[in-house]
């Protein structure tokens, strides 16, 4: 299987816990409930492709490559550093907030999945850059 695949499939899964917390704490309150979403959604982005990239069973793809944490770590800063200057450079995001509240959270649904698949993606190409993360 492409690793690059596996990759994104495993992103699928880590999402349901990393996604449906912040979602949730913000459809079922109202106004400082965004703050505390954007707050739980960092710190478990962060925490559970940490949590899981630690165990040993942890590989991808059919030549078992592993991903170095602390280039994960280095990930998730960098992706959440452009991503965030993207929208404070100028970035019209207007439309997402003329779409219905339902659309609005498909779209917030789908930046959060592609922002940790995109960690993932940046560490794992981060290890076979500097030569590790073959099991």
Known sequence: MNTLLDICKRSIFMNIFIVMIPLISYMIHNGSSATV????????SLVIPWAYLS???????????RINRWLFVLAWGLV?????QFIFLGLDLSGIWEL???????????????QVTL???????????????HE
């Open 37 to 44: 979403a954007l707050v739980w959604y960092f710190l478990l």
């Open 55 to 65: 165990f040993k069973t942890s590989v991808f793809g059919t030549q078992s490559y």
């Open 80 to 84: 959440h550093v452009v991503t965030y």
């Open 100 to 114: 219905p509240t339902f659309g609005r959270d498909v779209v917030f649904l789908v930046g959060m999945y592609s």
């Open 119 to 133: 960690m993932l993606i940046v560490a794992f190409l981060g290890t076979r850059l500097i030569g590790g993360g």
